[in-house]
């Protein structure tokens, strides 16, 4: 019978140790365990363990950052903006700072959800997410002048021939404001954030391109270079402008094409050329539907590109009648 209280005894110091042990677990094995539920779908079991880290830690912008998830996946908008804008208003306490973006980006897209009311707000949020890649310096304006200047008058060969500019944190944000220019009827904004976003994603294709075939020059129509001395024309095998580097990329490197189709391509490129359009320029427009489509040499019709999808069905439409959908990008 001694013997058995003893165990009995060992048996229930061990469990008040184990809880004990438990009860102290660290704030940020909380908030993984809260992240688990949350994949699980588990959203009560998610918010105890929040709530739990944020008791112990106040000042602990993931935690509030994931409380907000909860709250949105649940169905509380209000509840969830309130605890973004406390994971942003404390990221000065971010263990990894680029996190804050994403914040950010989360917020904006909460606002986006919420109706016409919050939009601009949202956009004031990207807006400012582009700020951070210097949109508003004077020497960035002055570079965004010259493209607008060479997408409406040469066209996006020669723009991406005399230009590299790869935007890293903005890139989405540009997008995001591209559609939502368009959808308001804004199409010289629409046009410049497409561009950007165009023009950012062909210099990551070239550079990639470049690294993996060092002998590759971007290089336009080799018959033209005749009369443009000042090109580089180091590079003597075939090559036209974006369409080679497209296909290209598609011929030799799925993953980079995988990633151009995640962040956007085709609908921003379609973006651009009918943003031209818009603005009066449908030559320039009618140059970029045509890196959409394949033309038939014999009949002259076409077909869209297959890697373009839907956007290039609808580049064949604009070339047969060209024509402006309002408030969306497709009719």
């Given at each position: 019978?001694?013997?058995?209280?003893?165990?009995?005894?060992a048996?229930?110091?061990?469990?008040?140790?184990?809880?004990?042990?438990?009860?102290?677990?660290?704030?940020?094995?909380?908030?993984?365990?809260?992240?688990?539920?949350?994949?699980?779908?588990?959203?009560?079991?998610?918010?105890?363990?929040?709530?739990?880290?944020?008791?112990?830690n106040?000042?602990?912008?993931?935690?509030?950052?994931?409380?907000?998830?909860?709250?949105?996946?649940?169905?509380?908008?209000?509840?969830?903006?309130?605890?973004?804008?406390?994971?942003?208003?404390?990221?000065?306490?971010?263990?990894?700072?680029?996190?804050?973006?994403?914040?950010?980006?989360?917020?904006?897209?909460?606002?986006?959800?919420?109706?016409?009311?919050?939009?601009?707000?949202?956009?004031?949020?990207?807006?400012?997410?582009?700020?951070?890649?210097?949109?508003?310096?004077?020497?960035?304006?002055?570079?965004?002048?010259?493209?607008?200047?060479?997408?409406?008058?040469h066209?996006?060969?020669?723009?991406?021939?005399?230009?590299?500019?790869?935007?890293?944190?903005?890139?989405?944000?540009?997008?995001?404001?591209?559609?939502?220019?368009?959808?308001?009827?804004?199409?010289?904004?629409?046009?410049?954030?497409?561009?950007?976003?165009?023009?950012?994603?062909?210099?990551?294709?070239?550079?990639?391109?470049?690294?993996?075939?060092?002998?590759?020059?971007?290089?336009?129509?080799?018959?033209e270079?005749?009369?443009?001395?000042?090109?580089?024309?180091?590079?003597?095998?075939?090559?036209?402008?974006?369409?080679?580097?497209?296909e290209?990329?598609?011929?030799?490197?799925?993953?980079?094409?995988?990633?151009?189709?995640?962040?956007?391509?085709?609908?921003?490129?379609?973006?651009?050329?009918?943003?031209?359009?818009?603005?009066?320029?449908?030559?320039?427009?009618?140059?970029?539907?045509?890196?959409?489509?394949?033309?038939?040499?014999?009949?002259?019709?076409?077909?869209?590109?297959?890697?373009?999808g839907?956007?290039?069905?609808?580049?064949?439409?604009?070339?047969?009648?060209?024509?402006?959908?309002?408030?969306?990008?497709?009719?």
């Amino acid at each position: 019978m001694f013997n058995i209280r003893i165990r009995l005894l060992a048996l229930l110091l061990l469990l008040t140790f184990t809880r004990c042990l438990s009860a102290e677990e660290p704030a940020w094995i909380l908030l993984e365990k809260g992240k688990a539920a949350f994949d699980r779908r588990n959203l009560t079991e998610c918010l105890d363990y929040l709530l739990e880290t944020v008791e112990m830690n106040p000042d602990y912008p993931e935690a509030e950052f994931w409380l907000g998830r909860v709250y949105e996946a649940q169905g509380q908008p209000v509840l969830a903006e309130e605890q973004y804008r406390r994971a942003i208003d404390i990221s000065i306490y971010l263990r990894v700072p680029e996190d804050n973006i994403l914040y950010r980006y989360t917020l904006a897209e909460l606002l986006m959800n919420l109706g016409a009311d919050r939009a601009l707000e949202a956009e004031a949020i990207l807006f400012g997410i582009a700020d951070g890649e210097g949109a508003s310096r004077p020497s960035n304006l002055a570079l965004e002048h010259q493209y607008m200047k060479l997408i409406t008058e040469h066209g996006l060969d020669e723009l991406v021939y005399l230009y590299r500019d790869e935007l890293i944190t903005s890139l989405k944000a540009r997008r995001i404001l591209a559609e939502t220019a368009w959808d308001a009827g804004r199409y010289r904004s629409s046009l410049l954030h497409s561009t950007r976003t165009v023009l950012s994603l062909l210099t990551t294709s070239a550079e990639r391109y470049r690294f993996a075939h060092p002998e590759w020059r971007f290089d336009i129509d080799p018959p033209e270079d005749a009369d443009n001395p000042d090109r580089d024309v180091r590079y003597s095998d075939r090559s036209d402008g974006v369409v080679d580097l497209i296909e290209r990329v598609y011929e030799s490197d799925e993953a980079l094409a995988r990633w151009l189709e995640r962040e956007g391509y085709w609908p921003q490129l379609y973006l651009v050329s009918i943003s031209l359009f818009a603005e009066g320029f449908g030559d320039s427009a009618e140059s970029i539907w045509k890196l959409m489509v394949i033309t038939d040499q014999l009949s002259g019709s076409y077909l869209p590109r297959s890697e373009a999808g839907r956007w290039g069905r609808l580049a064949v439409k604009q070339l047969e009648e060209p024509f402006i959908s309002v408030g969306s990008l497709s009719p």
